[in-house]
């Protein structure tokens, strides 16, 4: 038998011991595996090859990695912010197995310690062949990244590091919730802008701690999940400039530098060795709340950018692999950013499908919203593929069996597949359709309304029956990338003039309206009318089928200024301003009312069991009930939902109706069904007592009722049980 499989042996042995509760020290581990080098005072043997990253060991540490074109590489170990490292270490080639370089080091010191890798290999840049041993490289499975531990400040050492991190959290009971997609409403935030303005009122402002002083709010709105923005590490100062007075940051952070580590900066105190406690904290509370936890993910594209960016770890290690590459080896850019991931090599996807995996092992997280998700779909050439191996692996794979899975179904090289993007029943997308359809029938084109009345009922022209649009239809009326809900009725154009391009950037096909006047103003006619648009969106949004997402703040009117692409602003601008909640007070309410609604009425969400009254899941109507013929012509959409709700024991019936017209309309309402009688429950241009909403659902004498120019109301058939026990 040879030496190593000797030392195959003696681990089997360890493991068996381990499980028959048998205690090693850590000299008796190291005596088992009997280390067979030692290199500049350092005792070194074979790794365990299948442990990607820096991996503790009682001991010593596994530090395995793979290049396919390296001839060699070399371990390089740092005190803590030191500039040199105290020691460096080659793999031996005997350790090599296949690609893979596994080795363990004994003795080391993980409080103080940092590393990162040098390789060696061929230079040819017109194959895309970038090897440089002078090159230091970051673990592309570094656990956690040193050196920007204060936000907004450059990289202490000049290079990027890993840290070995102990995994030791103790999730106690806490368990994957599995809430349905029907059953979701997803709540977009950013980390840092969520509570970093002093009006928030925490004590760890713009961190992940941040958010679980806010855990009870959140819980109090209703929502089911929390979509973070990246949270991956990344160099908030890599395009550090100053436009107009202001400090301009990467603060979105769709540029990726470690896809295994949390943004250190996010977490409130220094975690050396510990990174990622304050977000298995944040995530822990939320779940206690019921509250998901989905990671916007970012594997379209890396920070290293195209020939001029740096060489952070992937050019490094396999640029001709990692990246999409043109004949000449420049880099095809799909992404907007420079540079676009060759997705679909199957070293790429095992790459991706380890990174998934480990948040959902390692932090325990619920889903996964992949930007600019149409890249995935991409071959080597960068052209689309019918069937993309990594869409369908991450579909099919085990471990994230029960993870929700949202795509961004574009990319900025014009492929559009909304509607379209293969999901092996598993996908979900961000329906931007819905974003667009919606937003046009509200402000008042109510030639919109055929398209709009889609949206409302499911897109099912676009999702058909085989994948219902509640599963996969993610609908959104604003977002991140894009003008708030307040300033969707305050702005008829951008005003990016901060972000220092002169206004160029940011989307220009916003459909918005500022009802009268641009920008801030105190006329009570106008702001009157603003908050009735966002009545009118947020009750549409919550009484369409799909998943509603929402954007953090614009459940109390929170304003960018009129600022729809704040991707660069670390500031007033994108920080959330908490003042809003206690000014727009009322309109928060109806907000959390309407989020509160939907939860209540699963008809609007799902199809039940079929009526008892023998009324279809969905139907559609105008102004007349007996008219389901929705044309380029009709001023008034009504949609009914209807099925039988076992847990109240009777049929749930909402009815939807929209006058985005200018002028009130009266509508007729279809006969309540026996033993039942229409309650308003919401009327977004208020009733007599200017109230918009009703915790009991206010009978109806007649079955007219006038919607007012620019309204929306929704009744339910009552049977006399009272609303908030239904």
């Not at 220094?270 to 298995?280: I, T």
């Not at 369409?544 to 729809?564: C, K, L, V, W």
């Not at 939902?641 to 279809?670: C, R, S, T």
Request: charged fraction near 25%; hydrophobic fraction near 35%.
């Amino acid at each position: 038998m040879s030496e190593y499989r000797r030392h195959r042996k003696s681990k089997k042995l360890i493991d068996a011991e381990k499980r028959q509760g048998v205690e090693l020290k850590e000299d008796e581990y190291e005596r088992q595996f009997l280390p067979l080098d030692e290199v500049n005072g350092y005792k070194i043997r074979p790794g365990l090859s299948n442990l990607y990253g820096a991996t503790m060991l009682p001991g010593g540490i596994n530090f395995t990695i793979y290049s396919n074109g390296a001839t060699s590489i070399t371990l390089l170990l740092y005190h803590r912010n030191d500039k040199e490292p105290f020691v460096t270490i080659p793999f031996p080639e005997s350790y090599k197995i296949g690609k893979v370089y596994s080795m363990i080091v004994f003795g080391l010191d993980i409080e103080n310690l940092e590393y990162c890798y040098s390789v060696d290999g061929p230079w040819d840049p017109d194959k895309g062949l970038l090897f440089n041993k002078d090159n230091l490289l970051l673990d592309p499975f570094a656990k956690a990244v040193s050196g920007q531990r204060i936000w907004g400040e450059n990289l202490t050492s000049g290079t990027y590091r890993a840290r070995v991190v102990r995994q030791n959290f103790a999730w106690d009971d806490v368990t994957s919730l599995g809430t349905p997609m029907c059953d979701s409403i997803i709540y977009e935030l950013h980390v840092r802008g969520f509570t970093m303005d002093e009006s928030s009122g925490v004590k760890c402002r713009g961190t992940f701690e941040g958010i679980t002083e806010k855990a009870d709010y959140l819980e109090a709105l209703g929502i089911t999940a929390v979509e973070l923005m990246p949270i991956f590490e990344f160099d908030e100062t890599r395009d550090m400039r100053v436009a107009n007075g202001r400090i301009l940051l990467d603060y979105w952070g769709y540029n990726t530098t470690a896809f295994f580590a949390p943004n250190t900066s996010y977490s409130y105190e220094a975690e050396h060795n510990k990174e990622g406690v304050g977000l298995k904290h944040m995530i822990k509370e939320l779940k206690k709340r019921k509250i998901e936890v989905i990671l916007d993910v970012v594997f379209n594209h890396t920070a290293e950018g195209n020939e001029y960016g740096p060489f952070i770890s992937f050019k490094g290690f396999d640029n001709n692999i990692y990246y999409l590459l043109t004949p000449d080896g420049k880099y095809y850019n799909f992404s907007g950013c420079g540079n676009t991931m060759n997705c679909n090599h199957p070293m790429v996807q095992e790459y991706i499908v380890s990174c998934l995996r480990y948040w959902v092992e390692e932090y325990r997280v619920d889903g996964f919203r992949f930007d600019l998700a149409s890249i995935l779909g991409r071959d080597q050439d960068g052209a689309p593929m019918e069937r993309p191996p990594l869409i369908q692996r991450i579909a099919y794979d085990p471990v994230l069996g029960n993870v929700k899975l949202i795509a961004e179904a574009w990319d900025a090289g014009g492929m559009y597949q909304v509607g379209n993007f293969p999901s092996w029943k598993r996908w979900a997308e961000w329906n931007g359709k819905y974003r667009d359809d919606i937003r046009s029938y509200l402000k008042g084109d109510i030639w919109a309304a055929p398209e709009a009345v889609k949206r409302i009922t499911g897109s099912m022209d676009m999702y058909g029956e085989s994948y219902m649009g509640y599963e996969s239809s993610v609908n959104f009326i604003n977002c991140h990338d894009g003008f708030t809900l307040y300033d969707l009725y305050a702005y008829n154009n951008k005003h990016n003039e901060d972000n220092g391009w002169n206004n160029t950037d940011g989307a220009n096909d916003n459909r918005s309206w500022n009802c009268g006047y641009e920008g801030d103003t105190d006329n009570p006619d106008v702001l009157g009318l603003r908050f009735r648009m966002m009545r009118n969106a947020i009750t549409v949004l919550m009484c369409s089928r799909g998943t509603p997402m929402i954007y953090a703040g614009d459940e109390f009117g929170n304003t960018q200024y009129g600022n729809n692409n704040a991707y660069c602003q670390d500031n007033e601008i994108s920080w959330l301003n908490w003042d809003f909640l206690k000014k727009n007070r009322e309109f928060y309410l109806f907000y959390k009312y309407m989020v509160q609604f939907r939860r209540k009425h699963a008809a609007i969400r799902k199809d039940l069991e079929s009526a008892k009254s023998g009324l279809p899941f969905v139907s559609v109507h105008t102004e007349n009930p007996d008219n389901g013929n929705i044309t380029k012509d009709s001023r008034v959409i009504c949609v009914r939902f209807a099925g039988f709700d076992e847990k109240k024991g009777h049929d749930d019936i909402v009815y939807l109706a929209i006058n985005a017209y200018w002028e009130d309309i009266q509508i007729m309402l279809p006969n309540p069904p026996n033993g039942a009688y229409w309650g308003l429950c919401v009327d977004t241009g208020g009733d007599e007592d200017g109230k918009f909403y009703f915790n009991r659902p206010k009978p109806l004498t007649w079955r007219n009722k006038t919607l007012k120019a620019r309204s929306v109301s929704v009744f339910i058939a009552s049977y006399g049980v009272e609303y908030g026990n239904q």
